[in-house]
Antibody, heavy 121, light 110 residues
Framework: QVQLVQSGAEVKKPGASVKISCRASGYTFTSYYMHWVRQAPGQGQAIEWMGITKAGGGITKYAQKFQGRVTMTSDTSTNTIYMELSSLRSEDTAVYYC????????????WGQGTPVTVSS | QSALTQPPSASGSPGQSVTISCTGTSRDFDNFNYVSWYQHRPGKAPKLMIYEVTKRPSGVPDRFSGSKSGNTASLTVSGLQAEDEADYYCSSSAGSYNYVFGTGTKVTVL
């Protein structure tokens, strides 16, 4: 079965970078794109789309809000997708998720368990 | 890009139905056929429940159904069960490589 397993919680200081991993199994890794989204803490916080990358290379697109601060990469030897966010600020405190891009339009068909990131001095 | 608007909460007794709305602008629903819904239980990974407005992935009970009218999409859960208690989020395609999600609705089974 499809599984996406993310790396553990992170605590970072403002200005630092964080790199989160998402290890995929149960399907042909290079046949799918992967999204990254995040959700800030608190009731009523919408999920925020960050970007999408093709496993194994190809098209990578970032949301305008994160352009210049986010980098998404993949490693086909370990079936792992990475998302690195730099110049962290307190507003980046959130749970970050990887989610596979499924067949059809706007389909996030499998999700990782989430990686909490806390940015605090 | 603003989030789609959902009611913060909805509730119903077991066996009843609950409908969750998801409202945006015409720009949010750039492709009117690309609305999806996700269930998120505490401590679990979010789960795809509905895609392309009305389609259910394999394994999702037919108690879950989706619809859309104008700039409002809806998710209906019929025959509520205790296991349906969760947060539900809508999502839409707001253009090429531009996705927007809703603010989430907490469904409580009374």
């Amino acid at each position: 079965q499809v599984q996406l397993v993310q790396s553990g919680a992170e605590v970072k200081k403002p200005g630092a970078s964080v790199k989160i991993s998402c290890r995929a199994s149960g399907y042909t890794f290079t046949s799918y794109y992967m999204h990254w989204v995040r959700q800030a803490p608190g009731q009523g916080q919408a999920i925020e789309w960050m970007g999408i990358t093709k496993a194994g290379g190809g098209i990578t697109k970032y949301a305008q809000k994160f352009q210049g601060r986010v980098t998404m990469t993949s490693d086909t030897s370990t079936n792992t997708i990475y998302m690195e966010l730099s110049s962290l600020r307190s507003e980046d405190t959130a749970v970050y998720y990887c989610a596979r891009d499924g067949v059809g339009g706007n389909v996030f068909d499998y999700w990782g368990q989430g990686t909490p990131v806390t940015v605090s001095s | 890009q603003s989030a789609l608007t959902q009611p913060p909460s909805a509730s119903g007794s077991p066996g009843q139905s609950v409908t969750i709305s998801c409202t945006g602008t015409s720009r949010d629903f750039d492709n009117f056929n690309y609305v999806s819904w996700y269930q998120h239980r505490p401590g679990k990974a979010p789960k795809l429940m509905i895609y392309e407005v009305t389609k259910r992935p394999s394994g999702v009970p037919d108690r879950f159904s989706g619809s859309k009218s104008g700039n409002t999409a809806s998710l209906t859960v019929s025959g509520l069960q205790a296991e349906d208690e969760a947060d539900y989020y809508c999502s839409s395609s707001a253009g090429s490589y531009n996705y927007v999600f809703g603010t989430g609705t907490k469904v409580t089974v009374l």
